[in-house]
């Protein structure tokens, strides 16, 4: 068996067809060169049988010796030139003796008693295939009585060399045999066509997955060919799409993360190559720019923790979930964060019932998230403004919000403030809480990962508010 799919497929198709079309001529044949043989037998019967009668008054009259042999003789070969040159017609009496025949070589012998012959005798009707001792070639040999009332008074036998019949039958063979060679050749053209027509995208596909995984993510596979085949290549391209957008995705936050940690890092040089190397003399000056890089460092370790986290994410570093209420969890949060507020003098009010209804998510991962709400708030709040943490059950859902009073989103930055990296106000000089803006690419796909959902309501001048919303967590009994 071959082991490529064309080569089975066209092996598979040439077996199942030789056996069928071997079989069908395998019984065809014979049956062919039978009809033939027996065509030509019968035809020979017949003029036996016409010669039997329409030559009984000659043979009557040799065989009374009423005639000259050479008169017998002669009637017979005008009688077999109307027929065929190659026809014998020989006479015999009713005791099997040779009377006369259209072969002189016949002639000179005495009897006959040969199969057809003695057939006759009995009545019967019987051919015969034979060499014969006459001529030396291959011929059919048949006989009839001549009957004269009741009795027979000879017998005719006519010969026909074999050869002619032969001929025939090796001309039937050859149109049989043509035509099986022409259904063999084109069920073997139909069959390679075919095995093209699946193998050829098939490779195709191998080609560009051999490129794709060589890295050129641009190559798409056409959809051609049978039906399975296209959604192969259908698969391959929907595959190779989301590769490519990853790639894309995966390159531009490297550049950015680089970027990210790049200016930070040459402003802390800009300031240490100042102190070290004693141009800025004044202590206070000194000690403020090493206040500064204290600042830097800070963010630097925050940007770097949320890098980590989110390629964790990226990942798919799954932490598995606990089903827990989350009022505690937020009352420790407020608690954590109200020096914050305190600082910038903010009216931080939490509105946190008790108890809430049950969620599974990561508690670690919704602190993350809700710090970073509360954190926002704090950051873009003008100092005096208004900050609520609140929590309620809303229909199946808990539903988190962080509203401030600030100064709200423009309808320009919105689309953005989930991408990685952005910040919203680019003309905000670097100040000490200026982040990095992953802050909020971070929540975004940490709800997600914990099958919830995240919402902004805002409006220019007029603060902002950021839902958060798990699915309340169902027993399964
Ligand atoms: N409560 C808010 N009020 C006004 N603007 C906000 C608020 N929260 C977010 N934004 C806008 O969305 C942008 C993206 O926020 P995000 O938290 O992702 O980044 P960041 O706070 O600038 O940096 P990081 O969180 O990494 O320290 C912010 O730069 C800001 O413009
Ligand atoms: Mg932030």
Redesign the pocket.
Known sequence: MPRSLKGRLIATYLFLILVSVGGMAGWIAPQLRRSIEEKTEHELEIEAHLAAIVLREAIEKESEGKAQPADLTQTLESYAKAFNSQLRITVLNADLAILSSTDAQVRAGHEDRHPEILAALQGREKHDIRLDEYSGQERIFTAAPVVEGEKVIGFVQLSYPAAPMWLEISRAWLTLFGMIGIVIFGTLGASLWLARQITAPLEELTALTQQLAAGDLSRRAPLRGPQEVQRLAQAFNEMSERLERLMQRQRDFVANAAHELRSPLTSMRLRLDLILNQIQEDPQVQRQYLEQLLEEIERLR??SD?LLMLSSVDEGNRIPPEVIDLSPLLYELSDEMAPLFHARRHQFTVEVPPHLPTVRVNPEQVRIIVR?LL???A???QPGGFIELRAEAEGRQVVISVR?N????SEE?LPH?FDRF????KSRSRTAE????????LVKELVVLNQGTIEVQ?APGKG?T?MVRFPIWEKRA
């Open positions: 925050k940007t949320q970073n954190d926002n708030a950051k873009y709040t401030d600030g100064p709200g989103i930055t403030i952005y910040r919203g106000d200026s982040g990095s803006g992953l802050g909020l690419s805002t902002s950021f």
